[in-house]
């Protein structure tokens, strides 16, 4: 299994096989389209617990690719870190009001 | 004989039906997504980064108010009512449900169109010049050729599984608007002396991590051995591009490790065993495929119209749009209409719903039915008369259609980026709209004149920075956008890849970079009428970096 190699905090996201839209784990293994209730773990078990869950029998027809992505724990709830993942959570950045 | 077959709709509804089943059994289970991938990719269907994205086929950019239409239907029913207009004469849906697939093709199969071959490693959509049939300085219409290409290509058995994917752009005008030179094979149709028609062939262009000007490998292929030649292209590419590394594996690759005159020798060995043969085109078979590119019925018309010259005269913005968006038609009477896809601030390439119908309502009445999608991410009336310009460019304008800058400074073409890409290092279409904002005013855009940014978001270089006059390529500096510019490439028959600037900007800095370029040209140029391209000739890219760096 594709061990970590993140290192901080982490959630799982992956695209919701119908939709394609974004989604992220909790840790009872069912999605949500808001990244600020994801579940995130630091301790490396608990990481691939999370990710073995994602990518467990079920999860096959409900999401693509799942995958680790650092978060950060912020008062509202997880946030991503890198700006392609802040991206994915929030949707384009571009303006459509011209 | 080669056999060219109608339009096979019977095999386009067979596709769709095959698609069904495999999405069917990929939401049940019962295909993984490792199996399903290769699957819907042979369907145009892409995973990005917030919803599955469609790439629909418009072959050599052309497309009827029917079709038009039908992908208006589209983006207002399944998608978020915009499509997007991409650098390969394509459209692009982006927010699209995997489970509504197989009806959105089944939709497009209504009207003679698919998403076959926008995907993989198999020889995709042939472009062609968007002035195609209309053009005053076109020799030939690239478009009948471009079709026999496309029907041969299309799911041609060998040539599936390429060690990479090849892309083939034609021109029938000296002036290249359809870039062949940065593609696979580039074919300029044209006339000898005796005016028998011959093709100049380029082959080994591309732009991505490597890019390449293509050499030309013949310069007097006759019109019956297009095919031959070409499939003897393929298939010492087939057998020789290299499969080892992907990095390496175009053909542009096998030109420059192998040399033009070794390739040049294979490609002729391989042409002699299959020249007259199956390939060849009889000019009946090609007078057959002309027939269907046959000129509308152009009225016979006064070279020049008062209802035009009044309207120039009268109304300054309607002078604007003429001015910029206008190109001479090779029919008295006539002239060809460049539609915008860049109005001050908005991604380029992207059109409404409500945008798409009313081009197709314009373009019914008022250009044949015909409409061209420019790999420039415009749309194109190619035949409008004088006379009905000035209720044309009203049309127009009531939609936000009418922004006159066709090839200014504005006028830019930027990839989907880290806003859609799964792929992308760092966003371009923000950097586009910012840049067009910051040059909003039209009376400076017209003043710097011709001058094309073209905004890619990685190395894959789909915004063709590497043949912007400026150049701004997307790269992550350890978690952060950083825009490297590149500057004198050009996509046309003077093709160049742009040289490196020096080091990259932060996002905060490009706009003033690409600000501060324009202005060091303004400073150096000996008059309006030397362009940006040109004083970059003249005088090379130190000046440009001693006013970017030096004095910074
Ligand atoms: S250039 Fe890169 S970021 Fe832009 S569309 Fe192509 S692959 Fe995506």
Redesign the interface.
Known sequence: MAKSRLGGLQAVTANDLRSGAVVFMRRDGSWTDDVRLADAAQDPVEVERLIELARSGRNATLVVDPVLIEVAAEATGVAPIRLREKIRAAGPTVTFDS | MYRYDEFDSAFVLERVAEFRDQVAR????EL??DQFKPLRLMNGVY??????MLRVAIPYGVLSSRQLRKLAYIARRYDRDYGHFTTRQNIQFN?????EMPDILAELAEVEMHAIQTSGNCIRNVTADHFAGAAADEVIDPRPYAEILRQWSSLHPEFTFLPRKFKIAVTGSPHDRAAIQVHDIGLEAKRDSAGRVRFAVWVGGGQGRTPMIAKKIRDDLPESELLAYCEAILRVYNLEGRRDNKYKARIKILVHEKGLDDLADDVELEFASIRGKSLDLPAAEIAKIEAYFAPPPFDELPASSAIYDVAVRTDPEFAAFARQNLAPHKINGYSIVTISLK?????PGDATSAQMEAIADIAARYSFDEIRVTHEQNLVLPHVRLDDLPVVYAMLASTGLATPNAGLVTDIIACPG???CSL?NA?S??VA?RISERFADSSRQSDIGELKIKISGCINACGHHHVGHIGILGVDRK???FYQITLGGSADENCAIGEIVGPGFSADQIVDAIEQIVATYLELRDSPRERFIDVYRRVGVKPFQESLYVNA
């Open positions: 990929r939401l049940n289970g993984t997504e995973l990005q980064l917030h919803a599955y927010w699209i449900k995997l489970a109005p001050i601030g908005a991604p880290l806003d859609y992308a966003r279409i923000p709209q978690g952060e956008e």
